[in-house]
């Protein structure tokens, strides 16, 4: 069963704002917690075939979990996902600006006070739908422009949670590269080695030795990243390949592949058209698959390493009221995003937005039993 959360165990002020609770339902019985918090994914739990709910996704019990423990937790991650590497942000004319570092000597997920530590505002509830709002600023991360983000999240009958985006760029051009973190786990314990997963990607971004990208792109034959037929996560990891050295293990930008995704998208009034299928993840004792859903050119995967059963960072929820002390490997990150350290590699795709322009994008999960 899933676990009940206590909405008050996530209500306090901070940084001057009320953060709060947010449950949505929709008819096909998909349940969603999001906090306001980092716009964070705190519950996400499906039908489990026995009238009642299963959590397929890890999360904290209270706002101080997610205060206290991993960083990215289930956050909305912004203004610039990934690393740039060493805070260096290379603009349009070749020029340099230097931005607040927090991962070693680099800029990640956004800087120090990128949008998983910001409390959003909170624009409209509905029993199925929830829309957030926050204003990326060059005092918080250092990227030039302002950039008003309105984030709609909408569960639907077919059992799919849309994340879709507009993002008005009011004052200089900009930069923006938004994904969603959550660790999805669809057994709702134990290892994620076990599932299976499928990327059309036939390519993919090898990283340095300080594990930002190298500038070049590889090809993903012979290697763990080769999830082009579903594979187990168990058997990529343990493919010996130097480039899971590097990044202490899967923890890789794989390239989309430009044909068309032998499903249907999923449809919602709030996502913007240009979905493409980025992933495919599935557990085969509970028999339960998630479609990942896209308007990205790419999807960093993650196989959780950095779980590492420390109980001061890594004690989140577990099966019925308990607890569960995540070990490697027990949740697994899809992260569609744009192309990593992408403005500062002349060969990778990256796009100035300019002053009235409105970016539009979009992340949809969709859960199938069989």
């Given at each position: 069963m899933a676990f009940t959360l206590s909405r008050e165990a996530f209500q306090q002020e901070l940084h001057g704002q009320r953060t709060d609770l947010f449950t949505l339902r929709s008819p096909g019985g998909l349940q969603v917690a999001v906090s306001n918090y980092g716009a964070r994914l705190v519950q996400v739990a499906v039908p489990d075939g026995q009238g009642g709910l299963a959590d397929v996704a890890l999360g904290y019990d209270s706002l101080q979990g997610y205060l206290d423990g991993q960083l990215s937790m289930g956050a909305l991650i912004g203004r610039w996902a990934g690393r740039l590497r060493a805070g260096t942000l290379t603009l349009p004319d070749g020029s340099h600006r230097q931005l607040p570092t927090n991962s070693g000597p680099h800029h990640h997920h956004g800087g120090p006070r990128g949008s998983?530590?910001?409390?959003?505002?909170?624009?409209?509830?509905?029993?199925?739908?929830?829309?957030?709002?926050?204003?990326?600023?060059?005092?918080?991360?250092?990227?030039?422009?302002?950039?008003?983000?309105?984030?709609?999240?909408?569960?639907?009958?077919?059992?799919?949670?849309?994340?879709?985006?507009?993002?008005?760029?009011?004052?200089?051009?900009?930069?923006?590269?938004?994904?969603?973190?959550?660790?999805?786990?669809?057994?709702?314990?134990?290892?994620?080695?076990?599932?299976?997963?499928?990327?059309?990607?036939?390519?993919?971004?090898?990283?340095?030795?300080?594990?930002?990208?190298?500038g070049a792109l590889a090809a993903v034959q012979g290697t763990p990243f080769d999830f082009r037929q579903p594979r187990r996560v168990a058997e990529a990891i343990a493919t010996p390949h130097e480039q899971l050295a590097v990044a202490g293990g899967l923890d890789h930008y794989l390239v989309l592949d430009a044909h068309a995704a032998p499903l249907a998208p999923p449809l919602s009034s709030i996502t913007p058209p240009g979905l493409r299928l980025a992933a495919l993840l599935s557990e085969p004792v509970s028999r339960r698959t998630m479609e990942v859903w896209s308007t990205a050119p790419g999807v960093q995967v993650y196989a959780g390493h950095g779980l590492k059963a420390d109980p001061a960072r890594d004690l989140g929820r577990g099966a019925g009221q308990g607890g569960w002390l995540w070990q490697p490997g027990d949740g697994i990150c899809l992260e569609p995003m744009e192309y990593p350290d992408a403005p500062n590699h002349a060969g990778f795709p990256v796009r100035w937005w300019q002053p009235g322009e409105v970016v539009r994008g979009a992340i949809v999960y969709r859960f199938i039993s069989s």
């Open positions: 998983r530590f910001q409390v959003f505002a909170v624009e409209q509830v509905q029993a199925d739908a929830l829309t957030l709002s926050h204003t990326f600023r060059t005092e918080d991360d250092g990227v030039p422009g302002t950039v008003r983000v309105r984030l709609h999240l909408q569960v639907t009958a077919d059992n799919a949670l849309h994340m879709a985006w507009t993002a008005e760029v009011l004052d200089a051009p900009t930069v923006l590269n938004l994904t969603g973190h959550a660790f999805f786990n669809l057994a709702g314990q134990g290892s994620t080695h076990g599932h299976t997963l499928q990327v059309p990607a036939s390519r993919y971004v090898p990283l340095a030795a300080d594990v930002c990208p190298t």
